[in-house]
């Protein structure tokens, strides 16, 4: 009896335990939980926005943007071939109702082209009121989730206004949140109450101890009786040609069924909007100084364009880093994500057209470390990767050029 | 030639003793069922997992191939014990129904109320009428053998179509994002799920599709010839692990 009672506690505290790790797999975030050369060198998000951040039950919001896929993939993480643009929530808040990469519709998983560029857009519509922390993120298969930037929405209202009717191919409309709801419910209860009519049947008379001895005693055909065994026959009969009649009915209110769809979307990348062939810049040498928590990067600028360019920001794993000189540079709202003054440069001049030019940069914040990047120095893979963005201010262009490159530490 | 000396024989109890007996019955049936719900419904969770928590994991083809395969291993280990020392035949339909009860418990605490999914969309599946079968066949054939040929068979062929009445609804097409998707796959893009992305479903892949469109018959059979070998592998675990010692000293 003890040994029941330790198996019961043991069994419920592990059924308790599973489900608090199903609700914490839910409301994890994991900013910071991927290694940083994961963060840095898988997609590179830039330009995202919310269209709005305070809304109503039942409105719609959309965060659009952009990322590049990195050439400079790890090594160790697997290519990705099967990715799926979600969206961080503890659980449905929003129901998710377009998604769109380069403009196209997508509904399943898509494979993405290492080196290529993409836009994405994702609507969304408020489900329940509250104040919550969300961002864009990618799954990555085999690998992790790599998150885009985080806001936080406010969403007001009253949660049972909350509607989602959806119309299927037939044109009838149903209503998501409860469609099959009743069905399903009235055929659990339905089978629920012939097996405890089962149970009962036999729970009604003496049982573990009498049975046992008489079953001893060799009485076994006083435990089972006639009318057991009849009523036995009847549902071996009857439960088959119930199930058979009821599932034949099911087929013929829903003729037109389909299987499940799990296909892959195949998206293109658009035309390059990185290393786009007008600016080219490449990394000679990356050096992190811990004590400063400053990388400093030699670069060597290639300016083809007609006009002179200014190096105004760079960004690595959503962390900003600006030129405070470049007023024009950064469009984005200023989060806490961002090191406004954290980009300095050795030669502030602009760039000529045609001029090539090696020099370093730097960029400094505490960001390096509050957003764990640093410790990319400690990893296996140590090379950084982020995005540089040149201005030419006379036409208003920019320029965004992928930066890649080992990095070496520098301990004091 | 063997002569029958003593002849058995069980007078039933009366009074105080039936009573005590009466007694011990509820104690084991409650014990039992609070056991049953805890860990047929771990077990279930950690195997069939999220076949059995989303509509739109609920394929033709590896659902109704693992569900009874995993379904079928409490219920063959707790019919081995009620059955050999009691003649009790409700061993499956106690399991499985102990199983729906704690499935709907957590649908609706754990995944409706804590994490505001709507509760059509984590709708369990039933195995209990495979269950009553199970146990019937058990009861009029009391052989092992028999039980698991054509009771395992049973449980496993009559999955799906017990399940088609809940399910088959969800597989109606919606013209989605310039495709087609079913009423389940949409679910699944629009009550978003951080952990669960869409590629990890296991939607028809592997290698029983060569028959194409026979994919669900195929899996049925397939797991209907599985069942009856995991059948007689939990029917033994289900013996090894009974004890009857302490009915022995009453
Ligand atoms: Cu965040």
């Known amino acids: ?51 709005k951040q305070q809304f109503n039950v039942n409105d719609e919001v959309s965060v659009s943007g952009k990322f590049h896929v990195a050439e400079d993939w790890p090594i160790s993480v697997p290519k990705p071939e099967a990715t799926f643009l979600n969206i961080s929530t503890p659980g449905p808040v929003l129901i998710r109702t377009e998604r ?29 009121p509250g104040r919550y922390h969300i961002h864009p993120f990618f799954n990555l298969k085999d690998a992790g989730q790599v998150m885009g930037p985080g806001v936080w929405l406010e969403i007001a209202g009253t949660a049972a206004d909350f509607s989602n009717e959806i119309k299927t191919i037939n044109g009838e409309l149903i209503d998501m949140e409860s469609y099959g709801l009743s ?29 046992y001895k008489m079953l001893q005693a060799g009485l076994e055909d006083e435990l089972v009786t006639s009318n057991d065994r009849l009523i036995a026959k009847v549902m071996l009969v009857g439960v088959p040609v119930l199930v058979l009649a009821v599932n034949a009915m099911t087929i013929g209110d829903y003729p037109n069924t389909i299987p499940l769809q799990a296909s892959l979307d195949r998206i293109l990348p658009l035309p390059a909007q990185v290393n786009a062939g007008v600016v080219d810049v490449e990394t000679l040498k990356a050096e992190y100084r811990i004590p400063e928590r400053m990388m400093t990067f030699t670069l060597k600028i290639n300016n083809r364009s007609e006009n002179p360019v200014q190096i105004g920001e760079f960004m690595s794993a959503n962390v900003h880093f600006l030129n405070k000189d470049l007023q024009a540079s950064y469009q984005g709202d200023a989060g806490t994500m961002t090191a406004p003054e954290g980009l300095s440069l050795e030669n502030p001049a602009p760039i000529q057209p045609g001029e090539q030019r090696t020099m370093t940069i730097t960029s400094s914040d505490a960001l390096w470390e509050s957003e764990k990047l640093d410790g990319l120095i400690r990893d296996a893979d140590s090379r950084i990767g982020g995005l540089l963005f040149l201005y030419d201010t006379v036409v208003g262009e920019r320029y965004i050029s992928s930066i890649s490159a080992a990095v070496i530490p520098k301990f004091n | 030639m063997s002569v029958n000396i003593s002849k058995p024989s069980f007078q039933p109890y009366t009074g105080e003793k039936a009573r005590i007996s009466r007694a011990f019955d509820y104690l084991i049936l409650v014990l039992a069922l609070f056991l049953f719900i805890g860990s047929f419904h771990l077990h279930f969770a950690l195997t069939v997992g999220d076949w059995d928590f989303w509509v739109d994991w609920k394929d033709r083809q590896w659902w109704p191939l ?14 081995a014990v009620l059955w050999e020392k009691f003649r009790l035949p409700f061993g499956a339909t106690l ?49 092992l053998t028999v039980t698991a040929i054509f009771g395992g068979a049973a449980f496993a062929l009559l999955f799906y179509p017990s399940n088609w009445p809940i399910f088959g609804m969800f597989h109606v097409p919606v013209e989605y994002g310039n495709g087609q998707l079913t009423v389940a796959d949409l679910f699944g893009f629009e009550y978003i799920r951080t952990g669960m992305p869409e590629y990890l479903r296991i939607i028809e892949r592997g290698t029983l599709r060569t028959y194409g469109q026979y994919a669900t018959p ?30 022995n000293k009453i």
């Not at chain 1, 055929?187 to 009604?204: E, I, K």
């Not at chain 2, 693992?66 to 019919?79: E, N, R, W, Y």
């Open chain 2, 66 to 79: 693992v569900t009874p395969l995993m379904g079928i291993t409490f219920p063959a280990a707790v019919q």
């Open chain 1, 100 to 128: 769109y990469l380069n403009g196209k519709p997508f509904m399943n998983s898509v494979a993405l082209q290492p080196g290529g560029d993409y836009d994405f857009k994702i609507v969304l519509k408020g489900r329940l």
């Open chain 1, 183 to 211: 069905n399903g419910i009235f055929w659990h209860l339905f089978w629920g109450a012939l097996a405890t009519a089962w149970l009962l049947w036999w729970l009604r008379r003496p049982l573990f101890i009498p049975r």
């Open chain 1, 1 to 51: 009896m003890k040994t029941l009672l330790i198996k019961c506690a043991v069994s419920l505290g592990l059924m308790l335990s599973l489900y608090a790790l199903n609700v914490q797999t839910v409301m994890a975030h994991g900013e910071k939980a991927l290694e940083p050369f994961i963060r840095m060198r898988t997609i590179q998000w830039y330009d995202v926005k919310w269209d």
């Open chain 2, 95 to 143: 399991c499985v129904t102990a199983l729906l009860i704690g499935t709907w418990v957590a649908r609706i605490f754990a995944y409706h109320l804590w994490n505001y999914f709507p509760i059509n969309m984590v709708l369990p599946a039933t195995m209990l009428p495979g269950a009553l079968v199970l146990d019937v066949i058990l009861m009029l054939s009391n052989s």
């Open chain 2, 218 to 247: 195929l899996s049925a059979f397939c797991s209907a010839l599985l069942c009856s070998l995991m059948y007689t592998l939990w029917w033994y675990i289900g013996k090894w692990f009974a004890t009857v010692r302490y009915l």
